[in-house]
Nanobody, 124 residues
Framework: QVRLVESGGGLVQAGDSLRLSCAASGRAFSRYCMGWFRQAPGKEREFVAAISWSGGSTNYAASVKGRFTISRDNAKNTVYLQMNSLKPEDTAVYYC?????????????????WGQGTQVTVSS
């Protein structure tokens, strides 16, 4: 079992940056692939980024590649999402998720554990 708590969301202007954090409680954090997903009003939850348990492999959605960076600190049981050059279309609730896997996982349905989400709003 792992409990995930996101933080760092807020209201920013287009072009600004935000860093989201996801703190995990429970054992064996380093065994989990960690992912970030987002859901905008009226839309399905979509993949944003994921990182392998070692941090050595990452995967990004095309819409955020080059602007967002996922990272993790296994000593702190925390995963981060650095978001730069934010756009209004990045507005959504952002969720942290975890699954036991040595590989990077991008499919929403493969994740077992989810946080409650943090709102990110980007104004134009």
């Amino acid at each position: 079992q792992v409990r995930l708590v996101e933080s760092g969301g807020g209201l920013v202007q287009a072009g600004d940056s935000l860093r989201l954090s996801c703190a995990a409680s429970g054992r064996a954090f380093s065994r989990y692939c960690m992912g970030w997903f987002r859901q905008a009003p009226g839309k399905e939850r979509e993949f944003v980024a994921a990182i392998s348990w070692s941090g050595g492999s990452t995967n990004y959605a095309a819409s955020v590649k080059g602007r967002f960076t996922i990272s993790r600190d296994n000593a702190k049981n925390t995963v981060y999402l650095q978001m730069n050059s934010l756009k209004p279309e990045d507005t959504a609730v952002y969720y942290c998720a975890a699954v036991v896997s040595p590989a990077v996982v991008a499919r929403t349905k493969d994740y077992n554990y989810w946080g409650q989400g943090t709102q990110v709003t980007v104004s134009s």
